[in-house]
């Protein structure tokens, strides 16, 4: 049985007792990880269990590069969705989170030369020369999730303001890297990029909120 199955079984096993709850309520949020909604609930005075999901639509940047000799378009698609444990030591709306996310958080570029290059007495033109193609996602889908806070959903106010600063263990991302056309092999130095990726283990996750107890 997946990873992916476990965790999605447990999300829904644990839902409907959210709704059931006598504390509980809605907020949303947007931050690094996109726009998000979650339902939060108190499992003890001091111990809240948080359920939800954070979303970006793919966003698609094209420019220039190399003084207008290489153009590119970037994509990027953020999704996550996880549950979180917010233990609060004080009385103090200052919170110590951790859960797991469910990680399908993606990005893409295509870079191709704009200009014709001439060696000896042969031009290459563009459509000629190809095309380089990088993918990038997350070394493991299943991320934990470390970090701070600040408010409590469930806490006295009816209205709060939510501030969450922690980060996704990623475990290196990994890079795909292909080519087309004459500049092709360029995509074998795929291997020596990953070796530089390889140092990244954390997705900073920054996030604000807006909660209403029901």
Known sequence: MSKRFLLLATL???FPSLILAQNFALSARVGTLGVGGEITTSLTPRLNLRLGGHYFPTYTFSGTAID???AYDLKAKLLSIGGV????PFKKGFRLSGGVYYNLNKAEGTGRPTRSYSVGSTTYGPDRLGSLTASLEAGQQLSPYAGIGWGNAVGKSRVSFLIDIGALYIDR????FT??????PTAEQ???IQ???DQ???YPVVALGLAIRL
């Open 179 to 184: 080519g087309e056309g004459l500049i092709a």
């Open 85 to 88: 444990l917010d233990l609060y």
């Open 195 to 197: 070796e530089d990726l």
């Open 190 to 192: 795929g291997p020596q």
């Open 200 to 202: 990244i283990r954390f």
């Open 12 to 14: 829904l096993a644990l």
């Open 68 to 70: 207008g000799d290489v």
């Open 173 to 176: 991302p990994v890079l795909e």
